[in-house]
């Protein structure tokens, strides 16, 4: 039987808190998602000002020290140890932000100009690979609007799949989720999945496979 746990372990676990969202990553691969929610929980905190200026107004010192914390507890340790120095929640902000655009903005930007429709085996995937990137450049400071978004899909649809892409073009969609629900339900009807057996039906089919060449069975 082991032995019991020393009551000042239990009492030094029992201080850890859990982390109210997922700690940033080493290589920053997840900073899109980690930076947003830093500035919602600390704008739920009224803390959202040290992350604006060095010395926010009407904030007393203790404010600039708990967003600080915060920082680094939903950071990778070996980030932690790198900026252990930086003792200005925003300067750590910005150092941050910095280092990312520097890392992921070249290849995002490519990324994004080489992102076709064709290139995925459905809308969903393309849409899911869309954000991904969408939401890089956009923590690169990029402007990524619905018009952008819209303009890239339609733009990007196989030769084949022209007059569909025009179809949705002259409905004048305002968002890109809209339109998006709109494709997700006519390539449901569409697939040549519904009829595996027909060429007919695979030559309607609004994408290419990753390769850009159909398939033949």
Excluded at 67 to 86: C, G, K, P, V
Aim: aromatic letters at 10%; charged letters at 25%; proline letters at 6%.
């Amino acid at each position: 039987m082991a032995a019991p746990a020393p009551k000042r372990m239990k009492e030094n676990n029992a201080r850890v808190q859990p982390l109210l969202f997922e700690a940033l990553e080493a290589d920053l691969s997840n900073y899109p998602k980690w930076s947003t929610d830093v500035r919602a929980y600390l704008s739920a905190e009224d803390l959202d000002a040290t992350l604006e200026s060095a010395t926010p107004e009407n904030l007393p010192k203790s404010s600039r020290w708990k967003a600080l914390i915060l920082l680094r507890r939903h950071m990778d340790i070996s980030l932690q140890y790198e900026y252990i120095l930086t003792d200005n929640p925003y300067n750590l902000w910005e150092q941050l932000e910095d280092r990312f655009k520097k890392i992921f903005f070249p290849q995002a930007h490519d990324d994004w100009i080489h992102l076709r429709v064709m290139d995925f085996p459905n809308f969903m995937a393309f849409n899911a690979d869309l954000h991904r990137i969408a939401s890089q450049l956009r923590s690169c400071g990029e402007k990524i609007s619905d018009e952008r978004l819209i303009e890239k899909t339609l733009s990007t649809f196989p030769p084949a799949s022209a007059m569909l892409a025009l179809q949705f073009r002259n409905v004048k969609f305002k968002t890109h989720s809209e339109m998006m629900s709109c494709l997700f339900v006519t390539e449901k009807h569409t697939s040549p999945t519904r009829d595996a057996h027909t060429t007919a039906a695979a030559a309607q089919k609004p994408y290419g496979n990753p390769h850009g060449k159909r398939k033949h069975r």
